[in-house]
């Protein structure tokens, strides 16, 4: 019996006939699922026991899903970084093993982030919509100078998020549960705080840690009332890390001025969500990552780390790191 192969990520679906030869020299069975975002656990179950490896999204990896897969079941190739959404104890216990790519999109999403902060310092996106209404308003806007950016999570995107910051002259914090390089934080001249004191001193507030059960609602409603009346909260990292409810509420009675989300703890976001309805929100489909040639690398990767889990010689790329 060949190998079969469940490819769930939703980025490189539509690319799979690029690939196809690759699989098939391997002479690999790949099984497309339909997939919008992530396939849920009850999604998963019909595959389990079914497929000697995964590519796959976020899909949600339990405990269950993976003893049902067991075992058949390989390796777990995850395509990007995030691997919050697989069992990783489970996976270990069972001997599966799970691959992804670090630091894939650092750059990618750090340039999302700044954007995101450009945005509502200069309020580029409302007087657009203003002037093209027929307004003609000179609104108040601010110099990034004139701001303190926190960052929370000061791993790979964080730091590459405050070394842009940093050329504009922001005041720079840093949030952090490990010890930063002291030479980082002289290079960038960022001042490592506690995260209640970040919150209460920063105009924006960037969320670029890892979502783990020590994260999960790290902002919830008592540390969002912490941040200043004006502050922003930029959220490129995953939807769990913020208490939506709470961060809903505050931006709806103004406690916050504004958000910029790219994801959600639902995804994709629900068409009744009060999110979508926000003047003072700027919403991605958690697509922060963009970037063709990040993309090519995970492609390709991905399906080498897949092959190396199962045992194959990895296929010869160009586009490989």
């Not at 940093?166 to 952090?176: E, I, K, R």
């Not at 009675?253 to 958000?259: F, V």
């Not at 629900?270 to 999110?275: N, Q």
């Not at 990767?301 to 010869?316: E, S, V, W």
Request: glycine share 8%.
């Amino acid at each position: 019996m060949g190998l079969r192969i469940l490819l769930s990520a939703p980025y490189m679906i539509p690319e799979y006939e690029r690939f196809r030869p690759v699989f098939e020299s391997a002479e690999m069975e790949v099984i497309l699922p339909i997939v919008t975002e992530r396939l849920s656990e009850a999604e998963l179950l019909p595959y389990a026991g079914e497929v000697d490896g995964v590519i796959c999204g976020d899909d949600q990896f339990t405990a269950r899903v993976l003893r049902a897969a067991s075992p058949r079941l390989k390796v777990i190739s995850k395509w990007g970084t995030g691997i919050d959404s697989i069992d990783r104890e489970s996976a270990k216990t069972l001997g599966i093993q799970v691959c992804n790519t670090p630091g894939a999109f650092t750059e990618a999403v750090a340039d999302t982030v700044i954007g995101y902060i450009l945005s509502f310092s200069r309020k580029l996106p409302w007087m657009d919509r203003s002037t093209k209404s027929g307004e003609w308003d000179k609104v108040p806007i601010r110099a990034l100078h004139e701001t303190t950016i926190g960052v929370i999570g000061v791993g790979r995107i964080g730091k590459a998020v405050l070394r842009r910051a940093s050329p504009f002259g922001a005041h720079l914090l840093g949030n952090d549960i490990l010890e930063i390089d002291p030479a980082f934080v002289a290079m960038v001249g960022v001042e490592m705080l506690a995260l209640e004191e970040l919150l209460r001193q920063s105009d924006f507030v960037s969320l670029n840690c890892d979502l783990n059960p020590s994260s999960h609602h790290l902002l919830d409603r008592s540390r969002l009332g912490l941040m200043r009346h004006g502050a922003v909260l930029v959220n490129t990292a995953r939807g769990a890390i913020v208490d939506q409810v709470s961060l809903v509420d505050a931006l709806r009675d103004g406690r916050i001025a504004g958000a910029a989300l790219d994801v959600f703890e639902v995804e994709p976001l629900p068409a009744d969500s009060e999110l979508r309805r926000m003047d003072n929100v700027l919403l991605g489909p958690h697509n922060a990552n963009g970037s063709p040639s990040a993309w090519e690398r995970v492609h390709w990767n991905t399906i080498r780390n897949l092959f190396a889990g199962l045992g194959i010689q990895p296929p010869p790329t160009e586009a490989a790191d």
